[in-house]
């Protein structure tokens, strides 16, 4: 059972902490430096070959309109991964994919998909949808003529990727000055299905220096991708989940893709994780913890505070996906984390600041509406507890913007037994004390908001060692 602070002790707290604890000024208005939130900055990228088998899970609809009702817009979404550079076209063929494979949770070496993977994905999805398709196969031909169905198909088309990690294909792949590879597919592919190609898709190469090798291509490209796992389980690596989590950690990370996003959008296009998730090859053990639902937390702020404007968190194949949101054995622990944030982001966020200064392992955000106004912060405390020792909690105030002389505010908590915690070996997750998610990603329970004291103009919270927390302006 979880022990809130009570409301009494916070007013001790905040009397005997005030000299401590110097308050953090909240702006009261947006300042120009401030980040600005696309309606889908939590996105979701769902594996080629799974695609089909995602429509036919309940938890995929409601999780998706989980998300979206919270902001108020659909979820863009990405279907691509390593299989749509495995997959052939075949207009003939009635299923929307076709593959052998001996295990059912292997991803298949070879497929073939049809005209009705399209149409299931008109039908299915509410986003803006996003098609990857073949390019390391070298069969342009082929290409060009899913593409077009495509375009055909679903009229939420957003982009097209023509190639999935090119900077991974071998070396004696076809093909090779990947660069030179992707102008050529898009100056021959963009005259049947328009200018809307999402660019670079690399895991191990930064995009920046793709756009000027583009040259005059650049005016086929919508938006550009780059794939992102902080951590890899892969070639027995090793992963971690305090450092994972670590707020310090997630903002020198982040930072890297600030260039990136600039490169983008001077050549005036959009600037996306096209793929992304916590740790690659399995997921090491961490993926799937109440650490990494916090990651996503922080992750996603750190994002948009970078210029990167919609994180596709990757969604592998069914029932063998460590880092994956749902279809595992239940909801799993990270969806909390993705909940969370959207419910921080709400239908009313416009921009971000940060108000810590990175170095910390408490993170301060503020988001202001479309007028400028803060409406919400977030304290995302990643001080790593594991379940061993005494949880440590840390206060922190604030004053200025949106905060009156007295009163109450109040404020949402997000939080489990430990960091290691998995909702899928019984870890008992929760928002506002009592919501949880059921297997069909239903909501179960009841959020509640917990009263805090405003008090000489200054509102205190406390937030446990592994934990977040909103508060309402
Ligand atoms: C989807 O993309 C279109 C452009 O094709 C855009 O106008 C629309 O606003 C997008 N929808 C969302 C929810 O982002
Ligand atoms: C950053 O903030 C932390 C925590 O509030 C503080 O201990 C540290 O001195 C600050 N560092 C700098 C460079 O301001
Ligand atoms: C962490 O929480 C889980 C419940 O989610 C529990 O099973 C585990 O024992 C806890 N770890 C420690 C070290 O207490």
Redesign the pocket.
Same mark, same amino acid.
């Given at each position: 059972m979880l022990v809130h602070t009570r409301v009494d002790t916070i007013l001790l707290l905040a009397s005997s902490l005030a000299a401590l604890v110097t308050a953090i000024t909240v702006p009261t208005t947006a300042p120009s430096t401030a980040s600005t939130i696309d $309606? $889908?900055l939590v996105a979701v990228s769902l594996e080629f070959f799974a695609f089909p088998g995602y429509t036919n899970l309940v938890s995929t609809g409601t999780c998706l309109a989980n998300l979206q009702n919270l902001r108020g +817009?659909?979820v +863009?979404i990405r279907i691509g991964g390593t299989t749509q550079d495995r997959a052939t076209y075949d207009p003939t063929l009635a299923t929307p994919v076709s593959f052998t494979v001996a295990s059912p949770t292997d991803a298949p070496t070879s497929l073939t998909f049809g005209p009705s993977f399209f149409t299931l994905a008109a039908s299915n999805l509410d986003?803006?949808v996003t098609v990857g398709l073949n390019r390391q196969l070298n069969n342009q031909a082929n290409t060009l003529s899913a593409a077009v169905q495509a375009k055909e198909s679903i009229p939420?088309l957003?982009a097209i990727e023509l190639g999935n990690e090119p900077d991974l294909y071998a070396s004696t792949s076809p093909i090779s000055a990947d660069a030179a590879s992707e102008a050529s597919w898009f100056k021959a592919i963009a005259p049947s299905v328009g200018n809307i190609f999402q660019a670079a898709v690399y895991i191990s190469w930064r995009t920046a220096p793709t756009i000027p090798l583009l040259g005059t291509s650049i005016s086929n490209v919508r938006t550009v991708s780059e794939h992102s796992y902080p951590q890899s389980a892969c070639n027995g690596a090793t992963t971690n989940l305090q450092t994972l989590m670590s707020h310090s950690g997630i903002v020198s990370y982040t930072k890297g893709f600030a260039a990136d996003a600039a490169s983008a959008h001077a050549a005036g296009v959009r600037y996306f994780l096209g793929e992304t998730n916590s740790a690659t090859c399995g997921g090491g053990g961490i993926s799937p913890t109440f650490g990494a639902a916090l990651w996503i937390v922080d992750y996603v702020l750190q994002g948009a505070l970078n210029s990167v404007e919609r994180l596709y968190f990757h969604q592998g194949t069914i029932g063998d996906c460590q880092y994956c949101w749902w279809g595992q054995f239940t909801t799993g622990a990270p969806f909390y984390g993705a909940y969370f944030v959207n419910e921080f982001l709400g239908t009313d966020g416009a921009k971000i600041e940060m108000l810590d200064n990175g170095t910390g392992a408490v993170a301060s955000y503020v988001l202001f509406n479309s007028a400028g106004t803060p409406v919400r912060l977030l304290v995302y405390n990643s001080n790593y507890f594991d379940g061993t020792g005494t949880r440590s909690s840390t206060s922190v105030s604030f004053t200025g913007g949106g905060i009156p002389a007295s009163g109450t505010a109040t404020a949402l908590r997000l939080t489990g037994p430990n960091a290691t915690s998995r909702v899928d070996e019984g870890g008992v997750v929760t928002i506002g004390g009592d919501l949880t998610f059921d297997g069909d990603c239903n909501a179960v329970g009841t959020q509640t908001r917990e009263n805090v004291v405003v008090t000489g103009s200054t509102l205190t919270v406390t937030v446990q060692a592994s934990e977040a927390l909103i508060v309402y302006l």
């Open positions: $309606s $889908s +817009a659909p +863009a986003g803006n939420q957003y």
